[in-house]
Each structure stands twice: as structure tokens, then as C-alpha cells.
């Protein structure tokens, strides 16, 4: 009988090592690619991360897809990054609620895959680029970066990681 109870003690760990880490609505995200820690928003709602840059530029190198970009940000520097591309999003539209049977046609944009420090952990992400300047949060971070992360957002907290250690 002892044997059964230690063999299903043994079997429930991995259930428990599953539990999410619990983050608030907004976390401090550091972008090791760009030496920066960015103010992120934590949006269960959206499906990817996206970071705020301006002059997004695609080209070709060695038959591959990449951008050339700049940072939108508060306090960028005007330095421009290239990056490969991992893929093109097509994010859909918002409705502005009066005719919702109107198809909205859905934006492209580039996908890179970045490095992003969370708390102690680090995890490579899909992030597409698009100008949130006009946003007060120059990363969201979406459901698939969340799920990479082992995330949880409570709503009702703010900034529950320590600042990003990675």
C-alpha cells in the first residue's frame, strides 16, 4: 500500500510543477536583442506579442524574408535593427460597433522571434512589429507569449515580477 501512495505522489509532481506564475495586468519585460526593459501590458485577448517600431521596411537577404526597423518608443534612439523574419501575421481589424456584418480587412504584419526576460525567466516569442506609439505600453505581451512564459494575469496587480533578471 505504501508503494501505491508513493508511486502516485511520484505521478502528481508534474501536475503540480504545471501551476502558472502569476503576473499583474502590466510586468517590466526586457528585450535582451535591444539591451532595453520595456513597460509591457499582459493581454490575455490578443493571440501574439507586438512591439512598437516605425519604419518597418522588408527586404531579402540570402533568399530569406527580413525587416529593418526602428524603435517607437519614448526614449529610442534612432538606431535601426534588422531582424529575420519568422512569418507574416494577419491581424484582424477592430469593428467600430455600428455595422459588425462589414468585413474589415486584416493588416500584415512582420513576426521576429526575440528573446524576452520575464522575472527570472527567459523565453524566445513571436512578436510582430507595428507602430504603438500611440499606445501607453510600447509591448503587449499576448496569449502565446503568456503560455511560453507559464503565465496568469491577474487583472487587479501591477508589476508583481521583479524587475527582469535574466
Known amino acids: 500500500m505504501k ?17 502558472p506564475t502569476l503576473y499583474g495586468r502590466y510586468e517590466y519585460i526586457k528585450v535582451a536583442e535591444f539591451g532595453e526593459t520595456f513597460q509591457a501590458k499582459m493581454d490575455t485577448g490578443a493571440l501574439t506579442a507586438s ?33 529575420k523574419v519568422s512569418r507574416i501575421s494577419k491581424i484582424k481589424g477592430r469593428s467600430d460597433g455600428e455595422d459588425d456584418d462589414e468585413a474589415i480587412d486584416p493588416t500584415k504584419r512582420p513576426v ?25 505600453y510600447p509591448l503587449l505581451i499576448g496569449a502565446k507569449a503568456l503560455r511560453e512564459f507559464g503565465a496568469a ?14
Request: overall charge negative.
Open 112 to 136: 521576429v522571434d526575440l528573446e524576452l526576460c520575464l522575472g527570472d525567466k527567459k523565453r524566445t516569442v513571436e512578436v510582430n512589429l507595428v507602430d504603438r506609439s500611440h499606445f501607453n
Open 153 to 166: 494575469v491577474n487583472p487587479a496587480r501591477r508589476y508583481t515580477a521583479d524587475k527582469p533578471d535574466c
Open 51 to 83: 512591439l512598437s517600431a516605425k519604419d518597418i521596411e522588408l527586404f531579402q537577404r540570402d533568399g530569406d524574408d527580413w525587416v529593418r526597423f526602428r524603435l517607437a518608443t519614448k526614449d529610442a534612439s534612432n538606431k535601426v535593427y534588422e531582424h
Open 3 to 19: 508503494s501505491i501512495l508513493a508511486l502516485l505522489s511520484v505521478l502528481a509532481l508534474p501536475v503540480m510543477a504545471a501551476e
